[in-house]
């Protein structure tokens, strides 16, 4: 048995849409999740026209997502940060404060879409920041740093019902850490930017956190926590984060870069971090406050 999702912007979502869509598919009871946000209901099988009418709804500002019924409610939470946790790249706005932004972007969106090896760009990108005072990054933190909306209760909400929440980051420890405690994550893991005497050396502590370490992640927590890949639902938008998308039970590819997108059954184009409990077969009035 599986269960379509449909899943827009709040008070983008028409009953007539939701309706219509369930019975031309004779689908089983529509249960709404959330007013005008979200809605549910059960199918027997994979409809044969499934990626047809997804690619429509998107155009019209709604995701569409198929999960299997039985197995929905995982029980630990692996997260990227950059862009996905939160809505920027930190790297970026360190590199725009240094006056090398414009230069460090366009590394960081290549190396997002695949198109450079992560840890090459990561190295070169560090290294344009050499000399920058430490203490940007906590101007940073403060002053450019905005969290996606529902992160907070996706992970309140997880942690209520016995979840585990994992941050774990292509980028710095120096803002995980921050974010993490920020969010209720219950551990973080990420890259170390190197400094010496107040300023950044130019250079990122080995070994490098990138796709495999992320995957490795995902195998050492959820070993430690006695799960399995099918406990845990991984959130990313980059092509460092396809190896843990691909292994968790729920891969949900956020506001992600299309190549990646593209190799993922579960996108969210359109909403927000609450999409994540909404796959999940919670309704907004079950959200932790």
Known sequence: ????????????????????????????????????????????????????????????????????????????????????????????????????????????????????????????????????????IAQVLAERITYTPGGRALIATMKRDGGHAALVSGGFTAFTAAVAAHLGFDENRANTLLARDGRLTGEVGLPILGRQAKVDALDQITARLGLSDDDVIAVGDGANDLGMLNRAGFGVALHAKPSVAAECDLRIHHGDLSALLFLQGYARSEFAA
């Open 1 to 136: 048995m599986l269960t379509a999702v449909v899943i827009a912007r709040p008070d983008h979502l028409t009953d007539a849409i939701v309706t219509g869509l369930a019975e031309a598919w004779q689908g089983g009871p529509l249960r709404w999740l959330s007013a005008g946000e979200a809605a549910e209901f059960p199918l027997a099988a994979r409809p044969a026209d499934f990626d047809t009418i997804r690619a429509q709804l998107l155009t019209r500002g709604i995701d569409l997502n198929l999960v299997p019924t039985a197995t929905r409610r995982k029980k630990m939470l692996l997260a990227d940060m950059d862009s996905t946790m939160i809505g920027q790249e930190c790297i970026d706005e360190l590199a725009d404060m240094a006056g090398v932004g414009p230069r460090v972007a366009d590394i960081t969106a290549r190396a997002m879409n695949g198109e450079l090896d992560f840890e090459a760009a990561l190295k070169e990108r560090v290294g344009l920041l050499k000399d920058l005072p430490e203490a940007v």
